[in-house]
């Protein structure tokens, strides 16, 4: 008898204990737990809930606006029912189910910040970890947002900041610095996720006896060569291989100030994770004046037939694959239009294609599973460069050695490859650039956006245009799947207004969608910044904070980062009345803000900010 209670009672504490972890992980992939779904990059969901069949019944369940007017290009992180997300200085926890808001958490920078982007966050045991435009690493309570440690790991007066999404694993925070058009010294670094200490550094601008240091054949010119790390890394933890993408030499035009192929700069590195190593590389472009970075995480598989395959995408308007193994390019598939350029930029001006805002940006490709394809969206624009006269490296200001200008339309294009060999098996051509997350799913079905603002799905093997909704915001960032209560959801980042804003623009906010949604939607409500409130005197602080999340991704923290349209010099060209009257009414490419996205007293303190503390 009590043979047979104590079997009872184990019989039942194993179902007690699988039906708590069913009630936690329902399904495989219900989460979404980094970046890219997968630390390996792939981003594949194997939910199958919204199928080809069905997906015309996918409607909005809510949407909560994360900020004012600014960038959104933050990934979406999806952990235990909250959906993480970020903006420069706001993170927030949002349910996955509801769009309540759980928590918000404000950083107020320490310096001058410099930068206005951000990529999002990463999520491990319970911490959040995420960097900031004045060169911080933080870590935020999951549960509460309570900030738990703050680490200064760049110099803002450098022009350093870290706008990329960490990448958190084992215990371990890995982050890079960014800010090549200031001239930084790129590099990644890993740091404990308990206490923020760094554990090592690796420098993608090698000097001294560092592997590379001679492929810089004006030695001085590597101090301020670039080589940022901006957008997100990928690791294979069956090998313990961390996988870097590195961007573009400093200055980015004048390639004759830094002669040589400039290592490490356009490459996929390859560092031991645990010590920070270098074990192999890819440079894409030697030598580059096109501003061709690599940005995106690349995709790690391997094929049926045992070959591992590092792909990524770049702002060379290729996808290239590597046997990683023999580091042998295996194929390059262009995505985009690409026009060859010359090997040298002239003062007169030279067409470019893709190159600066084009090709593949921070969202690389994806791998359907289903399907055996890499997915991914680009950017399709061209530019006029000029070479500019002579390159001054002056500490933290913006300097391309001279200038580039956008050059006719702008499109974009969802593209479809054999994951093996690189041939197209399909296109879709986008209105506007397709720079926003792709997710393929095992419902046979692929999401990703637009900048008009459009969420597309399509048939992930025929590449047919299931659905074309829009969101009411340029799509720029996280495009991601889930499953809570057994029913899959889908959440979207939509509004963005940074100098990638090639479309629509909007508030940036978080949708959240369903099969059969049952209620209405919710509509946002409008932020403090486009409330109508009569406008008072100008303030300039929030002119200050105004500008930095607006304004400064395109003119620069000083105002003179486009060398023809330098605030420095404004009171000669324009008075009070005029500032206010162009901010109202700008000529493209600046975009239109006023009235729906800012008011009255926001036009009114930018322009006091600009005439008080950048015009001289």
């Excluded at 490490?264 to 560092?271: A, E």
């Excluded at 026009?339 to 040298?344: H, I, L, R, S, T």
């Excluded at 200038?403 to 490859?417: F, I, K, L, R, Y």
Aim: charged share 20%; with cysteine; proline share 6%.
């Amino acid at each position: 008898m009590a043979r047979s209670r104590f079997h009872r009672s184990l019989l039942l504490g194993v179902l007690a204990i699988s039906m708590a972890a069913s009630a936690q992980e329902p399904t495989p992939g219900s989460q979404w737990l980094s970046y890219n779904n997968r630390l390996d990059g792939q981003r594949y969901s194997p939910l199958k809930q919204i199928t080809t069949e069905n997906v015309a019944q996918l409607g909005e369940v809510c949407r909560v606006p994360v900020d004012g007017p600014t960038s959104f290009h933050s990934g979406l992180v999806v952990v235990d029912g909250v959906i993480y997300a970020a903006t420069a200085r706001n993170t927030l926890a949002i349910d996955a189910t509801t769009c309540e808001i759980r928590w918000k958490h404000t950083y107020t920078p320490d310096e001058e910040r410099a930068s206005g982007s951000n990529r999002g966050v990463a999520v491990m045991n319970g911490r959040v970890f995420r960097g900031t435009g004045d060169a911080r690493l933080l870590a935020l309570d999951a549960a509460t947002g309570k900030l738990l440690w703050k680490n200064v790991i760049g110099t803002t007066r450098l022009g350093e900041s870290a706008s990329m999404v960490p990448l958190a694993w084992q215990g371990v925070v890995y982050m890079g610095i960014a800010g090549s058009e200031s001239g930084v010294r790129g590099r990644v670094m890993a740091y404990d996720a308990q206490t923020g200490r760094e554990l090592w550094r690796f420098n993608t601008i090698p000097m001294g006896d560092e592997v590379g240091a001679e492929t810089w054949e004006k030695p001085e010119t590597a101090k301020t060569g670039g080589g940022g790390v901006w957008g997100a890394m990928s690791v294979d933890p069956s090998t313990g291989e961390l996988f870097v993408p590195v961007g573009n030499a400093w200055p980015d035009i004048d390639k004759a100030y830094r002669p040589g192929a400039n290592l490490f700069t356009t490459s996929i590195v390859v560092l031991d994770a645990a010590t920070g190593k270098l074990k192999w590389w890819h440079q894409v472009s030697p030598e580059d004046w096109q501003d061709l970075d690599l940005v995106a995480a690349p995709v790690l598989y391997r094929t049926d037939k045992g070959r591992d395959i590092a792909a990524f995408g770049g702002k060379d308007g290729y996808v290239t694959a590597l046997d990683r193994d023999t580091h042998k390019v295996i194929f390059r598939t262009p995505v985009t239009t690409i026009v060859q350029a010359p090997k040298y930029p002239t003062k007169e001006g030279v067409k470019s294609c893709p190159g600066y805002a084009g090709g593949v940006e921070w969202n690389g490709p994806a791998l359907d599973r289903l399907n055996n394809t890499l997915i991914v969206g680009a950017v399709d624009v061209c530019f006029l460069v000029k070479l500019g006269e002579k390159t001054e490296y002056k500490p933290g200001q913006v300097v391309f050695g001279g200038t580039v200008e956008p050059v006719g339309d702008n499109t974009g294009w969802v593209t479809a490859m054999d994951a093996e060999t690189g041939a197209v098996r399909w296109k879709y051509h986008a209105e506007r650039p397709v720079v926003a997350g792709v997710t393929p799913t095992a419902g046979g079905v692929t999401f990703t956006g637009d900048l008009a603002g459009n969420l597309l799905i399509f048939n992930s093997k025929t590449g047919k245009l299931l659905r074309k909704i829009n969101t009411g915001g340029a799509m720029a960032g996280g495009v991601v799947t889930y499953e809570a209560r057994g029913k899959q959801y889908l959440a979207v980042a939509s509004g963005n207004i940074s100098r990638n804003a090639f479309g629509d623009l909007g508030i940036p906010s978080v949708v959240i969608m369903t099969l059969n949604p049952k209620s209405t939607p919710s509509v946002a409500a409008p932020s403090a910044t486009t409330a109508t409130t009569p406008a008072g005197a100008p303030n300039i602080a929030n002119g200050r904070t105004l500008y930095s999340q607006v304004c400064a991704s395109c003119h620069g923290n000083d105002g003179d980062m486009l060398a023809d349209h330098k605030l420095s010099t404004l009171k000669a060209r324009r008075d009070d009345a005029a500032i206010i009257a162009f901010i109202k009414e700008p000529k493209a490419p600046m975009p239109k803000l006023y009235p729906d996205l800012i008011n009255e007293q926001s036009v009114l303190d930018v322009a006091a900010y600009v005439r008080e503390e950048l015009a001289r």
